[in-house]
């Protein structure tokens, strides 16, 4: 399981990408804006798929649900963790 990082953690080190943009085009900006380990193993736990904006790579991250978001958040974003459009079996598995 990835270390729990918060929303605001993950945009800090995806200033600089142009969306839209892929799994690894965005672990790639992580890793060159010196993001820690734990937002880099966050994004690299998000489904390979093209992001249209800083909205749905948030949506897709796993974050830590304590990190100022409410229990109900925490569940929408459990049920949602890809972006719309993306079918079952073209997520990566948990």
């Given at each position: ?12 080190y ?12 965005l ?45 109900s ?22």
């Amino acid at each position: 399981m990835t270390d729990a990082t918060t929303p605001d953690q993950v945009l800090q080190y995806l200033v600089d990408v142009d969306y839209p943009a892929g799994k690894e085009v965005l672990v790639a900006a992580a890793e060159r804006a010196g993001a820690p380990d734990a937002v880099v193993r966050s994004l690299r736990a998000i489904p390979p798929v093209e992001y249209r904006n800083r909205a749905e790579v948030v949506r897709s991250v796993p974050v830590d649900p304590g990190a100022g978001r409410s229990a109900s958040r925490a569940a929408e974003q459990a049920s949602t963790h890809a972006p719309a459009g993306v079918a079952e079996h073209m997520r990566e598995p948990r």
